[in-house]
Every structure is written in C-alpha cells, then in structure tokens.
C-alpha cells in the first residue's frame, strides 16, 4: 500500500517508519482540520517552572494570548504577541504560516483558563488547573475527556484528518508528573521552552506533587484520567478524549512535543486502538533537543506511535528573534510542528520548508511591524 | 448564470426568484457546514408566551435539550426529548435526518444558557437573556455580534457555504420586540410553535417591553444592536454577527422562520453588502401558515432577500406527533427548514422530500423506542 510512497525532504521521521508512511500516504494531498486546546495550570506561575512569559504570573496569558493570534490575527488580552524573555516571538508565528499556506480550517478549544480568551472557543466544560503541588490538579478529568471524545468525533465526521495541539505554559511540568504517574516515564526526560531546561526544579515539584498525591511512579498505568486529575492539566485530558473520538474514524496528527507525548500515553492507555492511526506531528528543534530525548519517551508509551518532523532551521533567518529556535529556545508548541507538517501533507510534499519559512518571515514582520 | 437552472419539486421559492436561483447555482451540489445557536431568555418563563415545554420553567431547557440531541442523538439536561404539549417532537428531528442524509458537519453556539448544554459547544462569551419586559433583554450586544463575526469568517473559511439556525424559546417574542424597535415591522406578523398564536400576550408584551425601554416604533432603524440589547435575545445579536461575517466570503442559508427574519433584519441594518450572498431557509408549514405571515415580514426587510422552502408533508405519516406539523403546530426550529434545504443542495437535487421523510420515521422510532 506504501510502496513507492516517499517522504519529501521536508519531513523525517523516527519510530515506526511503516506505519509512518501508511498513515502519510492514505492522507497524503488531502486537508485536514487543525485545532488548538489552550488552559492554564497555576503550576506555570511558581517561579522557573516556564519561561513561556515575562514573568511567572504572565504565563497564564500565554495560551489565551497565543489562541487570538491564531483567530484574530492578533492578540487582545495582552498587549504584543506571546514572546520568551529575550523577545523570541510564540511558535504561533510558525504555526499561523502553515495553516496559511494550507487554507486548512482552525478551531480553538478551550480546556480550563483562568484568562480567558476574546474570541469565540469551543468550550467543554473546564476549568483551570491548579498547580499540581496541590495532588488535585484537575477537576473532572473524566468529564473533559469525554467532552473531547465527542469533539473529536464532531470533527472527525467531515474532515480527513484532524490535528490536535495545545498552548499551555507549565505543560511540560505536567506532562511529566502525568507520565511519571503512569510509569511511561521513569526519569526527567521532558523538554522546556528555555535552552537552560530547569529539570532540578520540575523533578523537585513532580516528587513532591506526586507524594501528596499518594501516588507511587507507574501507579496510575492502567487509570491515566486519575494520573491527569491528580498532576496533570486540563489540556491532557481534553485532548486525549479528542484523539481517541477522532483517531476511530480518522488519523489524527498529535502536534507537539514532551507535553503531547503525556497526551497520547494517556490516550493509548484509554484506548489502544488509537494506535495505527495517529503519529506525533513535530519540530526538527524538538527531536534535535539535547535537553530532552522524545524518542526515548514515545519508545516507554509505545514502539507504533511514530514521530514525524518537519525539518524547519531558522539558521539562516535574518531575525535573532528566529534565529533563537536553533540556539534551543521554543522549540515547540501551539501545534507549529503538526500543522507544518500537515501543510507538507496537504500540498502532497510541493510545499517545502522554504516556502513556509517566507511566510514566517512575511508574518513576523507584519506583526511586529517591521518594513 | 441561472440559465437552464432549474429547482426541484421538493424545493419552492416567496420573493425575488432571481436572486434565489443564482445563490443555489453556486452551490448547488457542494456540501455546507451546519450551526444551530442555541439559547435562553426568560422571556419564555412567562405563563402563556411559549409552548416549547411542558411548563413555562421547563422552556429554557428547549434549547439545550436540541443542542444535545443535535451532537450526542440524545439528551443529558433533561429526560426525553423536547416536545410540545401533546407530545408533539421538537422539529430538531428533521434537522438530524436532513444532516444524516447529507453528512453535514455540525457545531453548536451557545449564545447564552442559564441551562447549559451537556456537550463541547462553541462559547461567544455570552450570558442568557433577561425578560423583555425589563428592557434590558441582552448583556453587551456588541460583543455577542462581533463574535458572531469572527465565528462567521472561520466557518466560512474552509466551507462553501453557512447555515446558521436557532433554538431558543420564547424567541419569536423578542424577534418581534427587535423588528418592531426596528420598524421593520409594524404589527404582530409573527408565528408560534402552537396553532393558537397567544397574539394578544405577545404584542402587550411587546408594547410594554418598548414602553420601558423608552423606544417607540422604529426608534432603532439605525441601531439594531440598541433594539436587540433592549428587547432581543442573545440568540439574534451572535447569529447576525454570523451572517455578516460569513457571508461577505461564502453564501449563507438563514435556517428559522421569524425568529431568524429577525436576524435578518440585525444583520442586513448592520452591513446592507450580505444581501444577494443570503436566502431564509424554511418550511412549507411556516410559509402556509394562517396565523402569520413571514412573506410580508421579509418584504419589510428587504425585496432582495428571498425564502427557499422544502416542501416537507407529514399528512401521510402513520405517527400523530409528526401529523401534528400539518395542523399548525412547530412549523419551524433547531434549523429543520434550513437543514432540509441544504440537505437536498448537498445533492444536487436527488433527495426529495420523501427519502427525507423517510429518515425522519427511522429516527422517530428510534428516538421513542418504537418497534
């Protein structure tokens, strides 16, 4: 069925190469439909856990923030765009260009802010996280899970492909003591929007965050939505209900990095049979991340979810801004690595990296007004 | 353009032909996306003003009771379907047939609950509508429009074209409080769920609900946002957003009866360019109907915006809860009249009023668990 299917330059990938190019060559030419599940988690305003805003009480706009760029074109509940210390601007930037290119549809799903966002969301319940030091992280996961079970079903029924993604500052904290939880993970193995990964501190708060919780490493293998209630965040929850309502009827791109990764263990765990028709939709800077090792952690979730990248290099870009991606700033987020390569997907391979690096640059002066 | 175009017996036209016919050619055959925004005023818990609902309390759950069986097949706020006195099923079981037959997408707007719909919905930040009699029927009217229209230019993104619709009781009150604040309408031309229109409550309620908002007939020709802040519902201010902002990029299929000429109205006061790219899709039974007159109700809003209705008979149904439609009872809701219009343009003609019939009974019994 694959045979004589080749993966263009602009794309790799690691894993289960197979069921790669299955997927890839049954979407292949075709759109899909790209959302983005943004929430806050309190655990993203104690001091060094994220760098994704100025100032640790900052973090909570970041995902809100980063939705009404994706919907408006710019953002209203704060001033700017979504920026790391340093002015390196949200990996919104890439994301926005793909789905340009791609004229591929978006919807914003809001899982639990505590800011709320100034455009219209999907809602599903949620409320914000607390911070997971509390061992009560997540109020109803069941019922966000659900709620995103029938959202992916929703989106499932006219469209050949979903994407899901997520903004949410603190997630790879969570993500971490979710799968820690579950045992997938046994070691800080996550990544972080900073080059200077502050993994003594996260190791710290997801020890101490799992102790209050009463829970052991691997205890939560076979109840994962009791993992997500107890250290993870909203967004996990949602998003692994909208993977398996969708991943049924249609392969599904998980676009992100370590933070998705908790996301699809959850969702494995929920519901195997996801497995054959979903891949992690990601960055060359992710895969590359010396801080991080996400083969080694989609290898502990499961040996037949593979990860696709997008071989985007920001080296030659005449903004430090992007050029600080290759320096290890970002990396990921707000889906920029799935719907990159979703737009590779859709234009069956024509569009390249260069292409959407243009578009990148065309975008990022047009919103920080450079001429 | 419309030269040999010819529309189908299942189909029928009121007003400018013309136009009709060149909206329908140019989607003809393509498939569109279906939204039904949903709501509540407690304009409804007024004894006597509505029969959508066993008692004037229960109205409220009408509408979030449709939006759930629109995405789940069955509702969760409430036991059973919505139904009017005498058992009488809510018109949201033509709208899942005609959806089912042409495989539609569907999203749900929640402009505004006090019963808030057990299911992902799209949020426009709104809250749900006060008595008309306080004159101060909607929250921030301006931000439920403006919403509206940014939901508008997303769905129009990625679809040929928009059928907005409404579930909302006790709404063709407050559409007749916003078209006469508008002078748009003069007289109470509009319709009811139940063929004893309580005429004489709603036009005292109306003139009262006027009187204390300080607006006399026509007072808000020119600011359609102060009619329906006033005496509207949430339902109207976010659907007209809609209009306006889809239709500037793709055709869209007004799906209601009077409650969504009122709509029209907002829409068409507040950018007059949507006119020529929009129709009222509809239902024989709401255009026969004895005890209003939607024709005239459009004439008084533009010549240039004309009613598509499917010819749908229950006459011949072996269930009485559906012969009930053809003795005046529904007609009109849950965007049953536009659905089945969109249904049959999905297919370029072939389904016909009686395959959709069909589907209909197949729910029918399946919804009431009948052999």
Known sequence: MTDGFEIPPSLSVKGNET???????????????????????????????????????????????DAELLVLGKTVCMKGIPINPGGIPTP?????????LSGM??????????????????????????????GKAVKDPELL?????????????????????????????TAMATMMAMGVMRENLVSSSSPK???ELKTKLVNS?????????????????????CVGDPMIAVNAGMIVGAAKHVPVIVGGGTQMAAVIAVAVAMDESVVGNI?????????????????????????????????????KSPYEGLQAYEWGYIKEGVGCGGSSVAAIIASAGKLTCEDILDE?????RQILGIE
Chains 1, 2 share one sequence.
């Open 279 to 315: 891949f992690q939709g990601t960055t060359r800077w992710l895969v590359n991340d010396p801080n991080s090792d996400i083969e080694k952690i989609m290898a502990g979730i499961h040996k037949d979810v593979p990860i696709v990248y997008v071989n985007m290099d920001y080296s």
């Open 145 to 173: 899970f659900e709620r995103g079970k029938v959202l992916g079903e929703l989106f499932a029924k006219d469209n050949n492909y979903l994407i899901v993604s997520e903004s949410i500052a603190g997630g790879t904290t």
């Open 92 to 100: 919104g930037t890439l994301t926005i260009a793909a789905l340009n």
């Open 209 to 229: 965050a799992l102790e209050t919780a009463g829970i052991k490493i691997g205890d939560c293998a076979k109840d994962p939505l009791r993992a997500v209630g």
């Open 105 to 134: 549809p978006r919807h914003i799903i809001n899982a639990g802010c505590k800011v709320v966002p100034n455009i219209p969301f999907y809602d599903v319940g949620g409320t914000y996280g607390e911070s997971i030091t509390t």
């Open 360 to 364: 990148v640059h065309r975008l990022y």
């Open 197 to 199: 990964n502050p993994k």
């Open 19 to 65: 069921i790669a190019k299955e997927i890839l060559s049954r979407i292949w030419g075709k759109k899909g439909v790209f959302t983005c599940t943004v929430g806050n988690t309190l655990t993203s305003t104690i001091p060094g856990v994220s760098d994704a805003g100025d100032t640790p009480e900052l973090t909570l706009f970041t995902g809100p923030a």
